[in-house]
């Protein structure tokens, strides 16, 4: 697989996404306003981040849990200055018997049908816009 591809495999369904550092290459080469990748990605990350379970102990981490805004890819973040520990929560920290909450990534696999379509609905539509299609 190339660089961009994935393959996502859960039980017995497997999907394989190939040509996605492509399509967004040639959408950039033919025009496409990087804003309009921006909002679409940003758009992606907000479908997990609206699923996402953030576990309450004060309320602060929940309030960090946000969708970056990248060009290429959706990115969901937690934490900062404020909350250091929101990666010790995702992770856990076997050296002192933290046990993971991994709420990000099972959020994401709460959302990836939706997230799935979101992408395919968001890039077709980028590709009208710019007559690619």
Same mark, same amino acid.
């Given at each position: 697989? @190339?660089?961009?591809? %994935?393959?996502?495999?859960?039980?017995? &369904?497997?999907?394989?996404?190939?040509? +996605?550092? $492509?399509?967004?290459?040639?959408?950039?080469? @033919?025009?496409? #306003?990087?804003?309009?990748?921006? #909002? !679409?990605?940003?758009?992606?990350?907000?479908? &997990?981040? $609206?699923?996402? *379970?953030?576990?309450?102990?004060?309320?602060? !981490?929940?309030?960090?849990? $946000?969708?970056?805004?990248? *060009?290429? *890819?959706?990115? &969901?973040?937690?934490?900062?200055?404020?909350?250091?520990?929101?990666?010790? &929560?995702?992770?856990?920290?076997?050296?002192?018997?933290? =046990?993971?909450? =991994? %709420?990000?990534?099972?959020?994401?696999?709460? =959302?990836?049908?939706?997230? +799935?379509?979101? /992408?395919?609905?968001? /890039?077709?539509? !980028?590709?009208? *816009?710019?007559?690619?299609?």
């Amino acid at each position: 697989m @190339a660089a961009g591809d %994935f393959e996502i495999a859960q039980g017995d &369904v497997r999907l394989k996404v190939e040509g +996605l550092s $492509r399509t967004i290459r040639a959408l950039s080469k @033919a025009g496409a #306003d990087a804003q309009d990748m921006k #909002d !679409l990605m940003h758009s992606i990350g907000n479908l &997990v981040v $609206r699923a996402a *379970k953030v576990p309450v102990l004060t309320g602060r !981490l929940s309030g960090t849990v $946000r969708a970056g805004r990248g *060009k290429t *890819k959706a990115v &969901v973040r937690a934490g900062g200055a404020r909350t250091p520990y929101a990666g010790v &929560v995702h992770y856990g920290w076997p050296a002192r018997n933290i =046990e993971p909450n =991994e %709420f990000l990534i099972e959020a994401l696999n709460r =959302e990836r049908s939706d997230v +799935l379509q979101a /992408l395919d609905a968001g /890039l077709e539509e !980028l590709l009208r *816009k710019n007559k690619l299609i």
